[in-house]
């Protein structure tokens, strides 16, 4: 009997990183594991599968599951398997793409992405995915490429500009990143990695100066508060805040600034840079005592830093004279 299963993706491994796509689990699959070769026909039908590609899916679910037991050895062993029982399969040839890329070994990572677009040309995800991996090794040319070969592929895929913003920050290329950032905005409005990413660079471009500093000095604001609203507060991580505390503080809030370096500082206690900059936000808002203690805290974590010294000087000026130093 012929057996069918769908030609969309199969089962995947979880997230090597957060930006990473899921690829769906074909019910279709899941039934073959359990009824074998000999399973019937449904309604979900559109293609006669072969024994070599129903083996490499089968080793492919498996594998998965291996992964999320956490045993990364059993999973490449059972992935390999997987591309040597249909070398034209490419869900198995990208599938272990990922793993190795998980597990350090780039190298053979990208060769398997090569593979695989070599099977399937036509497929976004594998383009984009290469080229995440490709701007990963500092190959910001190659990844450009892959990236308008999937946005070519499809337009309307968010990870694709999100590559692209990327790939022009890698370049040097702020105005054209922060485009590049808004178009994947426009697809997925709250993306929190997008978000917080977008705020970088727009704060960085306001700190070279010029005449629209501020605006982009706000703008970086709006996106940073934007970030802190849509994120759970358990979500929410010291990254977060330090950088909407140091925009806070650029703009000359320093009540906004002072709170942000506290919840940073409380998401990272034994972080030295830190603690350095809550201490900065706390003699700016006139609490040298308060400052004191945070920078001693630092700089016992970090004796030997510079940034360290120069803060305790104007602290010790600060307590010497009775007022704030802003």
Same mark, same amino acid.
């Given at each position: 009997?012929?057996?069918?299963?769908?030609?969309?993706?199969?089962?995947?491994?979880?997230?090597?990183?957060?930006?990473?796509?899921?690829?769906?689990?074909?019910?279709?699959?899941?039934?073959?594991?359990?009824? %074998?070769?000999? %399973?019937?026909?449904?309604?979900?039908?559109?293609?006669?599968?072969?024994?070599?590609?129903?083996?490499?899916?089968?080793?492919?679910?498996?594998?998965?599951?291996?992964?999320?037991?956490?045993?990364?050895?059993?999973?490449?062993?059972?992935?390999? =398997?997987?591309?040597?029982?249909?070398?034209?399969?490419?869900?198995?040839?990208?599938?272990?793409?990922?793993?190795?890329? #998980?597990?350090?070994?780039?190298?053979?990572?990208?060769?398997?992405?090569?593979?695989?677009?070599?099977?399937?040309?036509?497929?976004?995800?594998?383009?984009?995915?290469? %080229?995440?991996?490709?701007?990963?090794?500092?190959?910001?040319?190659?990844?450009?490429?892959?990236? !308008?070969?999937?946005?070519?592929?499809?337009?309307?895929?968010?990870?694709?500009?999100?590559?692209?913003?990327?790939?022009?920050?890698?370049?040097?290329?702020?105005?054209?990143?922060?485009?590049?950032? #808004?178009? @994947?905005?426009?697809?997925?409005? !709250?993306?929190?990695?997008?978000?917080?990413?977008? =705020?970088?660079?727009?704060?960085?471009?306001?700190?070279?100066?010029?005449?629209?500093?501020?605006?982009?000095? #706000?703008?970086?604001?709006?996106?940073?508060?934007?970030?802190?609203?849509?994120?759970?507060?358990? @979500?929410?991580?010291?990254?977060?805040?330090?950088?909407? %505390?140091?925009?806070?503080?650029?703009?000359?809030?320093?009540?906004?600034?002072?709170?942000?370096?506290?919840?940073?500082?409380?998401?990272?206690?034994?972080?030295?840079?830190?603690?350095?900059?809550?201490?900065?936000?706390?003699?700016?808002?006139?609490?040298? =005592? !308060?400052?004191?203690?945070? =920078?001693?805290?630092?700089?016992?974590?970090?004796?030997?830093?510079?940034?360290?010294?120069?803060?305790?000087?104007?602290?010790?000026?600060?307590?010497?004279?009775?007022?704030?130093?802003?």
């Amino acid at each position: 009997m012929s057996i069918f299963v769908p030609r969309s993706p199969v089962a995947v491994f979880r997230p090597a990183h957060k930006s990473r796509p899921r690829r769906r689990l074909s019910p279709a699959v899941i039934l073959l594991g359990v009824v %074998g070769v000999s %399973g019937c026909t449904t309604w979900w039908n559109k293609g006669p599968i072969d024994e070599p590609l129903l083996q490499s899916r089968q080793l492919t679910m498996q594998a998965t599951y291996a992964r999320d037991r956490g045993d990364s050895d059993k999973a490449e062993e059972l992935l390999t =398997a997987a591309v040597n029982a249909c070398p034209e399969d490419a869900d198995a040839h990208f599938e272990l793409a990922e793993l190795l890329w #998980q597990r350090q070994r780039a190298v053979e990572a990208l060769a398997m992405f090569d593979r695989a677009l070599q099977i399937s040309p036509k497929d976004h995800l594998l383009w984009i995915r290469r %080229g995440e991996l490709q701007r990963e090794l500092g190959m910001h040319a190659a990844a450009r490429t892959s990236a !308008d070969q999937g946005l070519n592929l499809a337009p309307d895929y968010a990870p694709g500009w999100l590559l692209r913003a990327r790939v022009a920050r890698g370049f040097g290329n702020s105005p054209e990143a922060i485009h590049y950032y #808004q178009r @994947a905005l426009g697809l997925t409005p !709250d993306a929190p990695e997008t978000l917080f990413e977008l =705020a970088q660079v727009q704060w960085n471009l306001a700190k070279r100066g010029g005449p629209d500093a501020k605006t982009r000095l #706000q703008m970086a604001l709006a996106s940073t508060q934007r970030l802190l609203n849509i994120l759970p507060t358990e @979500a929410t991580s010291a990254d977060h805040f330090a950088l909407h %505390g140091a925009i806070c503080g650029d703009l000359g809030r320093f009540e906004a600034s002072l709170n942000s370096w506290l919840a940073a500082a409380e998401r990272a206690p034994q972080a030295p840079h830190i603690l350095f900059q809550l201490a900065e936000a706390q003699l700016r808002t006139g609490n040298p =005592a !308060d400052a004191l203690r945070t =920078a001693t805290h630092a700089r016992n974590l970090d004796p030997g830093s510079p940034l360290g010294r120069d803060l305790m000087n104007r602290i010790r000026l600060a307590t010497l004279s009775g007022g704030e130093i802003r």
